[in-house]
């Protein structure tokens, strides 16, 4: 195999979204960048994920949304249009094209070399092209690791072996199955059930745990539960997925309740990194797990190496990826120049809102948008709070934006400083809300400050005047 070496300032392994931002930044800065990528550049958001999984819900929450205001409602005189709600969601992927996202990083001035890149050693990326030959990368002042995650599969018997969907498959299917189960009531889970059952599936979800939506408020879970049961999905809690086999064109999913039957199976159940054979033996490191960094998302001892997005484990979320890249990316450029980067709480060139106010969306029906701590999780870290809950539908905006409204807020009060850790709302588009309450969390607004924050009346926000009049009783 013939290989060809050139130097970059910044190598960047993966052009998902977390990778285009790191190299833009380093750019942008005054450096040089290669992207490296094997599959598509644009990554698992852009065709196998956000973009994919939320315009097959789309379709839906506008006829609900429609379908929830009387004289609009008797527009509504048809069902969705699967094929053409199909053929927007591929729209959006470009048809899992990947040609206009070359066309930016070529217009930002980021080189891009296709193949599978592997670290082999200090500074050094060996890239594999599909027709065999190499290429060798090497960076000036980092290599930044992008690779992001892959759907993990849990090991149990035979479940590796039916070809089981993992999110890939879901968000990029041609036709709703007949059947499909679910295993798993996360983040995945829960939005593909709402999604395919919708789009005219017969959705069985089976959760191992007591609630959907574990990592977050209860209310958000039972909420989801009492709307997918109300679609028709069928929701086990407590089911203990024990095996499963293919039975002709059937996959069976065997439970210590009995068997399950589909024809096909989802499989949402967590992410591992994608570091397995990435070359990370070769500088020190352990192959296939999640590379521990520091606050500037540099990999300790490693003074050259990054770990941004996904494959850090810190936060798997595109947003965060992407707000970790241009921490990353920034601090890579202060220290090409030689400046010093602190790594205090604001200092620009670290990641703090991975761990102090991560923002989230569940694209259910309803909706739930959280950001910051849980009741649970600020009585686990010992804090002094307070809970504060108020019905949204009970709000004049909610009452004119759906009849039959129903909603919940929850804020999580720190009772000393008198600040939000916490929020969470549940219910329709409240996903519109939820950066308000990350300003809110993230700067640690008094509440004697937010008091003065006047929502605009009659709308949805007026939620935040609620929440103040609750807490101070």
Known sequence: MTSAEKAYDVVVLGAGSTGENVADIAVRGGLSAVLVEAELVGGECSYWACMPSKTLLRGSEALAAARAVRGAAAAVTGEQDVAATLERRTSFTHAWDDSSQVEWVQGAGIDLVRGTGRLAGEKCVVVTR????????????????????????????????????????????????????????????????????????????????????????????????????????????????????????????????????????????????????????????EPGAYLDVDESLRVPGTPWLYAVGDVNGRKQLTHMGKYQARQAGAAIVARARGEQVGLGDWSPYVATADRLATPSVVFTDPQVGAVGLTAAQAAEAGLPHRVVQYDIGSIAGAAVFADGYRGTAIAVVDTEREVLLGVTFIGPAVAELLHSATIAVVGEVPLSRLWHAVPSYPTISEIWLRLLETYRG
């Open 130 to 285: 599909a027709d065999g030959t190499e290429v060798t990368v090497v960076a000036r002042h980092a290599v930044a690791v992008c690779t992001g995650s892959t759907s993990a599969v849990p090991p149990v018997e035979g479940l590796a072996d039916v070809r089981p969907w993992t999110p890939r498959e879901a968000t990029s299917a041609t036709a709703a199955p007949g059947r499909l189960v679910v295993i798993g009531g996360g983040y995945v889970g829960c939005e593909m059930a709402t999604a395919w059952r919708q789009l005219g599936s017969s959705v069985t979800l089976l959760q191992r745990g007591g609630r959907l939506l574990p990592a977050l408020e209860p209310a958000a879970g039972d909420a989801v539960l009492t709307s997918l049961r109300e679609l028709g999905v069928d929701v086990r809690l407590g089911a203990d997925v024990q095996a499963a086999r293919r039975d002709g064109h059937e996959v069976v999913i065997t439970t210590a309740d009995g068997e399950v039957r589909g024809d096909e199976v989802l499989v949402a159940t967590g992410r591992a990194p994608r570091t397995e054979d990435i070359g990370l033996d070769t500088v020190g490191l």
